[in-house]
């Protein structure tokens, strides 16, 4: 299997790596727990001390690393540069407040019989983290900052066209001060993972990526009676009420949609309008999509990137072509740029049906399908026809309407009149097919600690 980086907006391959051969892969798994049984002693100053570090680092390099993943999966340099900042942000964040989130739980001890009574959190060891390459930095620092600060070690298998930001991160965390054997990166096909998670010396795993690599993990992971957190595919309802302030909303649609071309379980995909509002919005949609720079990601003015893979944009190409044979109405868009690289133009699909592909699909790409409804029962009846539930929108100044979705829309996060996004402070994750268990936040950081009782007498 290639580890390299193709470059998508040129197609060209700028670097191969060899694979860490099954001895090498030992080597790194014995590293691992062997650091771990020492590193789970060391105190919360000096893993801050060392996080601090790996966040000044990463802010100081910001640029280049930066280019890395522009070159490695087309995201625009701007949203690499922003990531970079984002990770080192997030790794300030659990360097200050780690200690505080993993503190005892103090318990009434006179209500079991004892002198003291509480709950302690502890690490519990060797974490397989399994990663995507769309965003190819912030998704595993998400899980490595908090899996740090709590005392886990990390084994990284990453996407295996984003070899340079997977090495880089171990690099980082390296030159950070972290010892030896804290994170490191495996080089390894995805047909390795079993191996190394079904590693007694594994503790644990976290996979980031689509439904079929989720359901493999948590299979193996089942067999072995170790515990997972999965985040899977999501395709989010955007749904928008006459009261909403329109004009922001069509501005933040069009960002939602497009951010990292596409390319983010995250992003709004499906746009829920109701009817008093439905054509003043499309229009409104269709021209600010069509309006778009696409090209390099490496230039400024660029807003659109390629597709981080070839076969990505034929997956693409497939979801649209099969809407369009059923009756789907193309806006703008909906159909893929020539010349080289893997570029697809923002496209805007109406009249999309449940016998469509594309209405239950998550596409992964910067293609948005747009839906009337009448009235609040539909828009969330609408919203909630996906097999998905990881985040979701929803605009209206109605106070009645902003509960309704908060209550009802079957989703890990609901968002009123902004976009989603995950911030350290707020659990992230989804229910139904995108997943369980929760990233960032003080959940985040506890998924990987024994959460043991600690019951003491006279």
């Given at each position: 299997?290639?580890?390299?980086?193709?470059?998508?907006?040129?197609?060209?391959?700028?670097?191969?790596?060899?694979?860490?051969?099954?001895?090498?892969?030992?080597?790194?798994?014995?590293?691992?727990?062997?650091?771990?049984?020492?590193?789970?002693?060391?105190?919360?100053?000096?893993?801050?001390?060392?996080?601090?570090?790996?966040?000044?680092?990463?802010?100081?390099?910001?640029?280049?690393?930066?280019?890395?993943?522009?070159?490695?999966?087309?995201?625009?340099?701007?949203?690499?540069?922003?990531?970079?900042?984002?990770?080192?942000?997030?790794?300030?964040?659990?360097?200050?407040?780690?200690?505080?989130?993993?503190?005892?739980?103090?318990?009434?001890?006179?209500?079991?019989?004892?002198?003291?009574?509480?709950?302690?959190?502890?690490?519990?060891?060797?974490?397989?983290?399994?990663?995507?390459?769309?965003?190819?930095?912030?998704?595993?620092?998400?899980?490595?900052?908090?899996?740090?600060?709590?005392?886990?070690?990390?084994?990284?298998?990453?996407?295996?066209?984003?070899?340079?930001?997977?090495?880089?991160?171990?690099?980082?965390?390296?030159?950070?001060?972290?010892?030896?054997?804290?994170?490191?990166?495996?080089?390894?096909?995805?047909?390795?993972?079993?191996?190394?998670?079904?590693?007694?010396?594994?503790?644990?795993?976290?996979?980031?990526?689509?439904?079929?690599?989720?359901?493999?993990?948590?299979?193996?992971?089942?067999?072995?009676?170790?515990?997972?957190?999965?985040?899977?595919?999501?395709?989010?309802?955007?749904?928008?009420?006459?009261?909403?302030?329109?004009?922001?909303?069509?501005?933040?649609?069009?960002?939602?949609?497009?951010?990292?071309?596409?390319?983010?379980?995250?992003?709004?995909?499906?746009?829920?309008?109701?009817?008093?509002?439905?054509?003043?919005?499309?229009?409104?949609?269709?021209?600010?999509?069509?309006?778009?720079?696409?090209?390099?990601?490496?230039?400024?003015?660029?807003?659109?990137?390629?597709?981080?893979?070839?076969?990505?944009?034929?997956?693409?190409?497939?979801?649209?072509?099969?809407?369009?044979?059923?009756?789907?109405?193309?806006?703008?868009?909906?159909?893929r740029i020539d010349g080289a690289g893997w570029f697809y133009p923002p496209t805007v699909i109406a009249d999309i049906s449940a016998h469509m592909e594309m209405y239950a699909a998550e596409v992964f790409g910067p293609v948005a399908s747009l839906f009337r409804v009448a009235d609040i029962d539909e828009a969330i009846e609408v919203a909630n026809a996906t097999s998905f539930g990881l985040g979701s929108n929803a605009w209206t100044a109605d106070p009645g309407e902003q509960a309704r979705f908060v209550a009802d829309l079957e989703a890990g996060a609901v968002f009123v009149n902004g976009m989603t996004t995950s911030h350290p402070e707020l659990?992230?994750?989804?229910?139904?097919?995108?997943?369980?268990?929760?990233?960032?936040?003080?959940?985040?950081?506890?998924?990987?600690?024994?959460?043991?009782?600690?019951?003491?007498?006279?």
């Amino acid at each position: 299997m290639a580890i390299a980086t193709v470059n998508p907006a040129t197609g060209a391959v700028e670097r191969s790596f060899d694979a860490h051969t099954p001895g090498q892969v030992e080597e790194k798994i014995a590293a691992a727990y062997t650091r771990w049984r020492s590193y789970r002693t060391s105190t919360f100053a000096q893993r801050s001390a060392w996080m601090v570090a790996a966040a000044e680092l990463l802010e100081s390099e910001a640029d280049t690393v930066a280019a890395v993943m522009t070159t490695e999966m087309g995201k625009t340099l701007a949203s690499a540069r922003a990531e970079a900042l984002k990770c080192a942000s997030a790794m300030r964040f659990y360097a200050d407040r780690a200690e505080g989130l993993l503190r005892d739980e103090p318990a009434d001890p006179s209500t079991v019989g004892a002198v003291r009574a509480y709950a302690a959190y502890q690490p519990l060891g060797v974490v397989l983290a399994v990663m995507p390459w769309n965003f190819p930095l912030w998704q595993v620092v998400r899980f490595a900052a908090p899996a740090l600060m709590a005392g886990n070690v990390g084994l990284l298998k990453h996407a295996s066209n984003v070899p340079q930001t997977a090495l880089y991160l171990e690099d980082l965390y390296r030159r950070a001060g972290f010892p030896d054997g804290c994170f490191q990166t495996l080089l390894i096909s995805s047909s390795d993972v079993e191996r190394v998670l079904r590693d007694d010396r594994v503790a644990a795993a976290t996979l980031t990526g689509s439904e079929p690599a989720g359901r493999s993990v948590a299979a193996i992971a089942g067999d072995e009676v170790k515990h997972t957190v999965l985040e899977l595919g999501g395709s989010d309802p955007f749904v928008v009420m006459p009261s909403a302030d329109l004009a922001r909303a069509v501005e933040v649609a069009v960002t939602a949609r497009v951010q990292n071309n596409g390319q983010s379980c995250i992003a709004a995909k499906r746009f829920i309008v109701h009817a008093d509002v439905y054509d003043e919005f499309a229009q409104r949609f269709v021209e600010a999509m069509s309006a778009l720079t696409v090209g390099d990601p490496m230039d400024a003015d660029t807003q659109v990137g390629p597709l981080a893979t070839e076969q990505g944009r034929k997956d693409v190409e497939d979801l649209v072509a099969d809407a369009v044979a059923e009756g789907a109405r193309v806006l703008c868009g909906g159909s893929r740029i020539d010349g080289a690289g893997w570029f697809y133009p923002p496209t805007v699909i109406a009249d999309i049906s449940a016998h469509m592909e594309m209405y239950a699909a998550e596409v992964f790409g910067p293609v948005a399908s747009l839906f009337r409804v009448a009235d609040i029962d539909e828009a969330i009846e609408v919203a909630n026809a996906t097999s998905f539930g990881l985040g979701s929108n929803a605009w209206t100044a109605d106070p009645g309407e902003q509960a309704r979705f908060v209550a009802d829309l079957e989703a890990g996060a609901v968002f009123v009149n902004g976009m989603t996004t995950s911030h350290p402070e707020l659990p992230f994750g989804g229910i139904k097919r995108s997943g369980y268990g929760r990233e960032l936040s003080a959940h985040g950081i506890r998924e990987f600690c024994n959460i043991k009782t600690v019951w003491v007498g006279e």
